[in-house]
């Protein structure tokens, strides 16, 4: 027996579905009922990615929120991820599996703190990582993703200012790449910065014929070693175009389960994290807070929504389209 909305809405969304069910099966059949698609991002579990309409990064499902023409979409990711969906889709009904599944980055930057920094600064241009809340984004001039954020910084005007938030590793990598001091808000991914260089190091040893690859969020010292430096979609590609036949992947373990997809010939091997956990690699525990038992659920109760009030929604927007609009 299912539990009431009532429980539904506190986040508790995989306490109980109905035995003997086929959970893949039931979503697809929910989402067919309700018109409903499925967003996820590659950090999410291998089975909810199986069923998904579209798995991508942060850029790629910004711009499938947009295009998205559906009653409901069901974002599993984490939190700032769904409300970019409401942002750019307003429209539809967005819904998280987990009101709990949020980011150590966006949380990271607080609305009243990151204002007064802001405030220090009122001749310079906000650019904004699309890892921050939706607060957050009406406070910018631009959104950035990994993918694009040297491009965003690009496109400024050289005689400009510009904060970088909230990311300080991704901001010191844009720095380096495009030449341009930025003033950088002191924030990261707990995911990122939990790669163990020591254990990398000793990886890298066992390993000499395999090519370290990274994500821009990680530390500096494991950018240096890195041959190759990109986003998550980036990484990706890297490794099916690649002539290299082994790698070292340095971003959170979500993504090998596309990779090993990709490339099954090859040897995909993840970043050691400090803490071993159940793969001592590195795992956001937010995102692994989505599973089929929540989906099941949210889209049966269609709780919990993701509502974004008018006067965030207008300022949010508008940094988000300057983002979408750079080539």
């Given at each position: 027996m299912l539990f009431d909305k009532e429980v539904a809405k506190?986040?508790?969304?995989?306490?109980?579905?109905?035995?003997?069910?086929?959970?893949?099966?039931?979503?697809?059949?929910?989402?067919?009922?309700?018109?409903?698609?499925?967003?996820?991002h590659y950090y999410v579990s291998d089975d909810i990615q199986s069923i998904a309409d579209f798995v991508g990064d942060s850029l790629a499902l910004a711009q499938a929120s947009k295009k998205v023409a559906a009653d409901i979409i069901v974002f599993c990711g984490v939190h700032f991820m769904a409300e970019t969906a409401k942002i750019l889709n307003p429209e539809a009904k967005v819904l998280l599996p987990d009101l709990n599944a949020?980011?150590?980055?966006?949380?990271?930057?607080?609305e009243a703190e990151f204002l007064a920094f802001k405030n220090q600064y009122p001749d310079a241009v906000v650019v904004s990582y699309i890892n921050c809340s939706s607060e957050i984004k009406a406070l910018s001039d631009y959104i950035c993703t990994?993918?694009?954020?040297v491009d965003v910084v690009n496109s400024i005007p050289k005689d400009k200012r510009i904060i970088f938030a909230p990311d300080k590793n991704l901001g010191l990598?844009?720095?380096?790449?495009?030449?341009?001091?930025?003033?950088?808000?002191?924030?990261?991914?707990i995911v990122h910065v939990?790669?163990?260089?020591?254990?990398?190091?000793?990886?890298?040893?066992?390993?000499?014929?395999a090519e370290l690859i990274a994500h821009p969020e990680c530390l500096p010292?494991?950018?240096?070693?890195?041959?190759?430096?990109?986003?998550?979609?980036?990484?990706?590609?890297?490794?099916?175009?690649s002539n290299i036949n082994k790698?070292?992947?340095?971003?959170?373990?979500?993504?090998?389960?596309?990779?090993?997809?990709?490339?099954?010939?090859?040897v995909i091997i993840p970043a050691p994290a400090l803490e071993s956990n159940t793969c001592a690699c590195a795992e956001c525990?937010?995102?692994?807070?989505?599973?089929?038992?929540?989906?099941?659920?949210?889209?049966y109760y269609e709780v919990p929504e993701i509502l974004v009030n008018e006067k965030t929604q207008a300022g949010a927007l508008k940094a988000l389209n300057n983002m979408l609009t750079i080539k």
């Amino acid at each position: 027996m299912l539990f009431d909305k009532e429980v539904a809405k506190v986040g508790y969304l995989s306490r109980s579905v109905p035995e003997g069910i086929d959970l893949k099966e039931a979503i697809l059949k929910l989402k067919k009922e309700k018109n409903a698609v499925i967003l996820a991002h590659y950090y999410v579990s291998d089975d909810i990615q199986s069923i998904a309409d579209f798995v991508g990064d942060s850029l790629a499902l910004a711009q499938a929120s947009k295009k998205v023409a559906a009653d409901i979409i069901v974002f599993c990711g984490v939190h700032f991820m769904a409300e970019t969906a409401k942002i750019l889709n307003p429209e539809a009904k967005v819904l998280l599996p987990d009101l709990n599944a949020g980011c150590s980055l966006a949380d990271s930057a607080p609305e009243a703190e990151f204002l007064a920094f802001k405030n220090q600064y009122p001749d310079a241009v906000v650019v904004s990582y699309i890892n921050c809340s939706s607060e957050i984004k009406a406070l910018s001039d631009y959104i950035c993703t990994s993918s694009n954020a040297v491009d965003v910084v690009n496109s400024i005007p050289k005689d400009k200012r510009i904060i970088f938030a909230p990311d300080k590793n991704l901001g010191l990598y844009v720095q380096k790449v495009t030449g341009r001091e930025l003033i950088l808000w002191d924030g990261a991914c707990i995911v990122h910065v939990n790669i163990s260089l020591d254990k990398l190091n000793a990886l890298l040893a066992t390993h000499p014929d395999a090519e370290l690859i990274a994500h821009p969020e990680c530390l500096p010292e494991i950018l240096e070693k890195a041959s190759f430096i990109g986003s998550t979609k980036a990484l990706l590609e890297h490794v099916q175009s690649s002539n290299i036949n082994k790698f070292i992947v340095a971003t959170e373990a979500g993504i090998l389960y596309k990779m090993k997809q990709a490339v099954p010939n090859k040897v995909i091997i993840p970043a050691p994290a400090l803490e071993s956990n159940t793969c001592a690699c590195a795992e956001c525990p937010y995102m692994k807070m989505n599973t089929l038992e929540k989906l099941y659920n949210t889209l049966y109760y269609e709780v919990p929504e993701i509502l974004v009030n008018e006067k965030t929604q207008a300022g949010a927007l508008k940094a988000l389209n300057n983002m979408l609009t750079i080539k």
